[in-house]
């Protein structure tokens, strides 16, 4: 079982900054992919950022420039540096990871992002 806690969240003016972090812990090896997803109210929740083994770093073109996803394998976290923040930003944020050798898939409880003025 893999446990992942998110902290980060909150709200800011529109053109401000945020940095999410997840923090996994459990039965981990390794790591196949850790990342970002998000929803917000009345819509399908969708992908950020994920950071995949072997493979580009994949961002949604809604936040290609503005945000970072990165990862410490030391700490088995995955953070999320969000900046020039927009009103259609506004979600809750859910941190995902896939586990190496199972491809088991773990969310964390999600923590809400609110850009208003």
């Known amino acids: 079982q893999v446990q992942l806690v998110e902290s980060g969240g909150g709200s800011v003016q529109p053109g401000g900054s945020l940095r999410l972090s997840c923090a996994a812990s459990?039965?981990?090896?390794?790591?196949?992919?850790m990342g970002w997803y998000r929803q917000a109210p009345g819509k399908q929740r969708e992908l950020v950022a994920a950071?995949?083994?072997?493979?580009?770093?994949n961002y949604a073109d809604a936040v290609k420039g503005r945000f970072t996803v990165s990862r410490d394998n030391a700490k088995d976290t995955v953070y999320l540096q969000m900046n020039s923040l927009k009103p259609e930003d506004t979600a809750v944020y859910y941190c995902h990871v896939v586990l190496m050798w199972t491809r088991a898939n773990y969310w964390g409880q999600g923590t809400q992002v609110t850009v208003s003025s």
């Open positions: 950071i995949t083994n072997g493979q580009p770093t």
């Open positions: 459990g039965n981990i090896f390794n790591f196949y992919e």
